[in-house]
């Protein structure tokens, strides 16, 4: 298959449209907490964030397809804007369930020029999920809450899954048939777009600010006290490799903070032995 063809648009477009799971937010089997574990989730400090990051993603998304005229994209993309409203809904349900005390929302408000918000969501949704893996997966070993709660979330893990894979087959398939395909200029592009996300995520972990854009990067820290930076992307690469291996391979997938963090593990991995080998020649 040729990457920016037909085919190309109908596989990502069909697959991500037929793996699509129906539900309610409503009507989950959400559990009842006992009070240690309901003064816990309310001391979590990134509901607010995250509830408008998901509101600010459906407006984003949704707005973003009503301008696109191709019929199968279009689709494709709505659908996407109606899960991101649907887990802001999903949030607000837990929110008011367990009585989470948040001041009252702003409209969203969204540009007119739409696609360059559209594409920088996209890029920073591939960062802040790669790091969504780690923070669930280290909230579920940390066993604070009942696995009821880790059962309603982790297909919504896999949702923002399906989303990411979307998005950059879609961004290299438009790329393509706009005729701006050519590989190093595309790669540039990519690049850039993934600075700036990366840049963000870079402002986060300078002050520690977890209210910001990127707190699954930052969250780590409240599920656990000594997790080491080896271990956390040990479990992100995981993580990643898990969900992503049930992707028909013909797909694109984000490669950028997969392979940053294997070069960052493997050199976090020699230092010990270089330490020892400086040591041994020292003392020979």
């Known amino acids: 298959m040729k990457i920016g063809s037909v085919e190309h648009k109908e596989l990502f477009c069909r697959s991500f449209m037929e793996s699509y799971r129906d539900y309610e937010p409503e009507y989950l089997p959400w559990p009842d907490l006992d009070d240690t574990a309901l003064t816990f989730l309310r001391s979590i400090p990134f509901w607010e964030k995250a509830l408008d990051t998901e509101r600010q993603a459906g407006a984003i998304v949704s707005s973003y397809a009503a301008t696109v005229s191709d019929r199968l994209l279009q689709t494709a993309i709505a659908l996407q804007g109606k899960e991101e409203s649907r887990h802001a809904r999903l949030l607000q349900t837990l929110i008011n369930r367990y ?30 999920t790669f790091f969504a893996y780690g923070l669930f997966a280290i909230a579920r070993e940390a066993d604070v809450f009942p696995e009821s709660i880790f059962t309603i979330f982790d297909p919504i893990i896999d949702e923002e899954t399906r989303h990411i894979v979307f998005f950059v087959n879609w961004f290299t398939y438009t790329q393509i048939h ?4 050519f590989t190093p200029l595309r790669s ?13 995520l870079i402002a986060v972990f300078g002050d520690g600010d ?37 992707y028909d391979p013909r797909l694109l997938q984000p490669q950028l903070l997969p392979r940053l963090a294997n070069i960052a593990l493997r050199t976090l991995q020699l230092i010990p032995k270089r330490k020892l080998q400086n040591i041994e020649s020292a003392s020979a």
């Not at 540039?188 to 963000?200: D, E, I, P, V």
């Not at 271990?231 to 490799?241: D, G, P, R, V």
């Open 210 to 246: 977890t209210n910001k854009t990127g707190f699954a990067a930052t969250g780590t820290s409240i599920f656990t006290k000594d997790l080491t930076i080896e271990k956390f992307l040990s479990i992100c690469l995981s993580e990643n490799q898990r969900r992503m291996s049930k």
């Open 188 to 200: 540039a592009k990519t690049l850039w777009h993934y600075g700036r996300a990366l840049s963000n």
């Open 99 to 128: 009585g989470i005390e948040l001041p009252e929302r702003q409209p969203v408000q969204v540009p007119q020029n739409i696609e360059p918000v559209f594409t920088r969501f996209g890029f920073e949704e591939c960062l802040d």
């Open 178 to 181: 706009r005729g701006q395909g």
